[in-house]
Each structure stands twice: as C-alpha cells, then as structure tokens.
C-alpha cells in the first residue's frame, strides 16, 4: 500500500450504466420464458436485496425455483444471453440485444477528473468481461484496472474487491456499487484486510430513483452497511472521496 490518496473501485451494473432495460429485463424475460409469468421489478429488488444473488444468470434460477420450476442453468443462461447480447454470440462488436441501448450514468470527463487529481481508480463487477470492457468502451477507457465475472468469486466474496484495492495500491478503498451485495463485500473485505481503511458507498439504481419510494432503498443500503449513500456516480468527485 504505497498510495496515501483513496482509491475509488466501482461496481459497473447499476452504476455506470443503467441496466433497468437491459439485465433486469432479460432477467424478467427469462423466468417469463421458464416460469410463465414476469417478475416486477420489486420483486427483483427484493431478491437483490438478500445480497445473495448478485449474478442474474443464478438470480433468474432461483426466482424459478421458488415458483417450483426446475430449469437447468445452460438453458437458463442461453436464453438470458440472448436477450440480453442479441446477435453476434461472443463477438462485441455485432451485439445488438439490450446491451446496445443502455443508457450511461458516467461520462469521460468523470474519470479524467479523478487521474488529473491524482487518485487511482477500477472496476470490481459481477459482468462479464466481454459486457464490462463493451461498456468501458463507450467511456473511452482502453485498459483499466478490471476484476469482472471470470476473474474472481461472485460477491459478496471480496476477493476481486481485494485484487483491485492491491493493484491500485491504496490505503483507503472506496468502493460504490447499487446492490446489498456490494456493501456486504466491502464488510468482507474488512474482515479480510483489517489494515486497509474500507468506504462503502451506496449508489441509487436509475429504477429507484424514478419509482415511488427511493428513500426506502437508500436506507436499506445503509442497513446493509453503507457508510454514504448518493443518487449518481458523478457525485463522487476528488473533493468528496478525500474527505471520506
């Protein structure tokens, strides 16, 4: 740990783009598929907020198997991938699924801020790493620091959160991310690494903050643990991350 400044780790999903219309509805659509009928997005919150059920591929399972279906994971994962890359199989650049319209809630100048202030930062994400490096893309980030599906355990096992904070170097992690799962990795992460000071930074999913009742998911992001809880990733300037 060589550098005093904190280090800024972001989850992806929820975060830097808005997956509303793009996982959560293939999510939505793939247990339709299975399970006959599609879950709201409460009940998809609901599940996430268990902090067991991070990836959407298992998070679709299981909400079918608690509707009595068995379904076998492949057939699960096929279809989710479907919808959600569309045409192109592995290859990023002919995907035209749901991926293709995600909004972004990050821009270029966000992350130029943070390098001409001095402070590291990367990405811990349960995406892919095809998904993740196609939304990196569209920020203009050729080569950052980046733990994705393939890389690590799923939270909230901290062990890609742990990669990303040694590779980065800092004494103070701030990591943000939309989910229970996210904080709960940051708790895990300080049982683990004691010596490191770790920020839990919870980020309000676009979805909430356009429903009836944001305020009730923010504080149950700081009943998982978050130590601040903020509307949009554009909130975490220079200014504000030294003063965590």
Known sequence: MTNSEPALVLDIDGVLRDVSQSYRRAL????????????TPEAIDDLKAEGLWNNDWEASQELLRRRGIAVDFGEVVAHFQQQYRGDGGDDPTRWTGYIAQEPLLANPEFFASLTAAGLP????????????????????????????????????DPTGLL??????GAATVVYAGDTAADMLTVGAARQRQPDRRWVAVGVVPPHVLAGDDPEAYRQRLRQQGADAVVDSVLALTPAWLRSQ
């Open 28 to 39: 939505a659509d793939t247990v339709a598929r299975f399970g006959g009928e599609r879950p």
């Open 121 to 156: 930062w990367g990405f811990f994400s349960g995406a892919t790493r095809a998904s993740a490096r196609f939304v990196l893309g569209r920020l203009g980030l050729a080569e950052p620091v980046l733990v994705a599906m393939e890389d690590a355990p799923g939270k909230p």
């Open 163 to 168: 990669a990303v904070a040694d590779r980065l």
